[in-house]
């Protein structure tokens, strides 16, 4: 056998490995797998803070080195743009990372233990079909107090602006219908419902190709995004 026809045949064979590749890529076990990594890959301080400061106008950083217990300025807080500023407890370094080409009181985050930081995010928040598409586009999201509310709030029928008629000849919100679709529903309203119970974020991981009640995680962030102070 000539070197040519050596070279042809390699030739063939990687391309069909590499289209084989690809479409177990595109299966949805794959994915769920990928969306795992992804979002473990994530829950990291540093990680998390940044999504938040990118998401949000402000954040609050709390210093996980601090010598005693960090506070916040409750009048400061409250007068935020929206009631549910995110906290994000960093190490020391990494919050002073954080706050390069920010406004922000790198004094007080040493000093006092927390500081309030400005984001990049913007107001008014995405409404809930785009918190549902993130979720399946990204495979996983921090769910946060504010996407909860919106969540929850799509969902009511008495709120809604549109709704669609299923087969079952029940009425079903877009936002209803959106986790429906890709099979979520049954698991990302409680998530919605115990997340503002709490008042704490959590991660949630979209698993395609699992029976609907597994199609959605939950990682705790527990010791990332203490639960929000009340607001009266």
């Known amino acids: ?17 590499a289209k084989i590749t690809a479409s177990i890529k595109d299966t949805p076990w794959a994915q769920a797998i990928r969306n795992v990594r992804r979002a473990w890959r994530h ?3 540093p990680s998390v803070a940044r999504v938040m400061l990118q998401r949000y106008p402000h954040c609050y950083l709390f210093n996980a080195d601090f010598m005693g217990f960090p506070g916040i300025r409750f009048a400061e807080y409250r007068t935020c743009l929206t009631d549910d500023v995110p906290l994000v407890r960093v ?20 000093d006092l233990g927390a500081t309030l930081v400005v984001g990049h995010g913007m107001l008014p928040l995405p409404p809930a079909t785009d918190i549902i598409g993130d979720i399946e586009a990204e495979g996983w999201h921090i769910l946060t107090v504010d996407d909860a509310r919106r969540i929850l709030e799509g969902r009511d029928m008495a709120r809604a602006v549109g709704a669609c008629l299923s087969t079952r000849n029940t009425w079903l919100t877009m936002t209803e219908n959106v986790a ?10 409680p998530f919605c419902e115990q997340v503002i119970a709490r008042r704490a974020a959590i991660i949630v991981v979209y698993t395609p190709g699992l029976p609907k009640p597994l199609r959605l995680w939950r990682l705790s962030l527990k010791w990332i995004m203490p639960p929000l102070p009340p607001i009266v």
């Open 180 to 189: 429906d679709r890709i099979g979520i529903a049954e698991s990302l309203f």
């Open 91 to 110: 190490r020391e370094k990494d919050g002073i990372d954080l706050m390069v080409g920010r406004v922000a009181d790198g004094d007080r985050f040493r």
């Open 43 to 45: 829950r990291s301080s």
């Open 1 to 17: 056998m000539t070197f040519p026809r050596v070279g042809a045949i390699l030739a063939i064979v990687q391309t069909r490995l």
